[in-house]
């Protein structure tokens, strides 16, 4: 990777580590990948890039590959936190910091956009990936294989392949404060939602709840109608009185309605933390364009009190009173 040249820091110190966090990344990364090519170390650096427990299962003559979660799925997550990082890099400095350039921002600014362009750049591609995933398991053309084969204990490649990575991003974000030097006031307002991405996949993929796959970078409105669809409607049907861990089935009433709570709730704040933000944003620009207004009659007002203050009184009936109110006494005239 050629990144730009950067200052040069003691060796493991703070700085270098923060300043090379990328390139210390591409150096483990690119240990994997030499792994690959050798027969003893060969099984081990697949485990870091590929998912693990798989099965075979026979279908009409087929034979189909699914997925199970385990413990491994951990060095997995973690091997694409690193991928997740070098991108966060490049993305950064390849296109956020030459806008920015530019742009001419505020410190302030500058952190908000950074924020900003990196979100969009993940869900844009979150987008397009789910709605790939979606199509071809076809969760779009039949949507009730969302519910009806619950539970979803084994998953096809590309939908496990899917939950990874998701967590594998959201993951990278908490080092991504120490590495992007986010300031102390700004970092309980990430983590909220840092933190609620990371609670709504990780219990989607750990309770085998795939609806999540189709339904994730939509609007709030369509998680909650199909979430309210799923749990409380379509899982209701295969309703179980106890959860068996065994077989990996939740589907107890128990389950389904704190899962259905957490949504209702995490939707309904996210929004109505979208509405205060817009509220607020609405009342500054008001604000605004009424201090815009008041500004020239405030000027005109300054200039007439300028005006007065030039004379030392004012008139009444003709004649010229000072400003306590008394008549000034007649200039006597000397007689030549």
Same mark, same amino acid.
């Given at each position: ?80 936190? !690193? ?5 966060? @890099?490049?993305?950064?400095? *390849?296109?956020? /910091? %030459?806008? +920015?350039?530019?742009?001419? &921002? ?124 799923? !749990? ?5 049907? @295969?309703?179980?009185?106890? *959860?068996?861990? /065994? %077989?990996? +089935?939740?589907?107890?009433? &128990? ?82």
């Amino acid at each position: 990777m050629a990144f730009r040249r950067r200052k040069s820091y003691p060796i493991f110190s703070q700085e270098f580590v923060i300043h090379n966090h990328a390139d210390i990344g591409f150096f483990f990364v690119l240990c994997v990948l030499i792994g690959l090519m050798f027969e003893v170390t060969a099984k081990t650096a697949f485990i870091f890039i590929l998912p693990q427990y798989n099965s075979s299962i026979q279908s009409s003559n087929v034979e189909i590959v699914y997925y199970h979660y385990g413990a491994k799925d951990l060095v997995t997550i973690l091997f694409y936190v !690193i991928i997740a990082i070098i991108l966060h @890099a490049v993305v950064q400095e *390849y296109i956020l /910091d %030459k806008i +920015n350039r530019r742009l001419h &921002l505020s410190k302030v600014k500058q952190s908000r956009f950074n924020e900003s362009g990196q979100l969009a750049a993940f869900h844009l591609a979150s987008m397009f990936w789910s709605l790939y995933v979606a199509v071809t398991e076809g969760y779009i053309s039949s949507p009730k294989t969302i519910w009806e084969s619950y539970p979803h204990v084994y998953l096809q490649f590309q939908v496990k392949f899917f939950y990874l990575c998701q967590l594998a991003y959201w993951l990278h974000a908490l080092p991504e404060l120490y590495f992007q030097k986010v300031k102390k006031e700004e970092i309980p307002r990430q983590l909220q939602y840092i933190l609620l991405y990371i609670l709504h996949i990780g219990g989607a993929y750990l309770l085998h709840f795939n609806a999540w796959a189709v339904v994730f970078v939509v609007t709030r409105l369509c998680t909650l109608t199909l979430s309210v669809l799923t !749990i409380g409607f379509g899982l209701a049907r @295969a309703e179980i009185p106890h *959860y068996n861990p /065994d %077989k990996g +089935n939740f589907n107890t009433l &128990l389950f389904r309605m704190i899962v259905l709570l957490m949504m209702c709730v995490s939707q309904t704040w996210m929004m109505w933390r979208f509405i205060h933000f817009q509220l607020r944003r609405w009342r500054e620009c008001c604000k605004e364009q009424a201090a815009k207004k008041r500004s020239p009659i405030a000027v005109m007002a300054k200039q007439q009190v300028k005006i007065l203050k030039r004379d030392s009184g004012y008139h009444e009936n003709g004649l010229i009173k000072a400003e306590n109110g008394s008549t000034p006494r007649p200039k006597k005239i000397k007689s030549p």
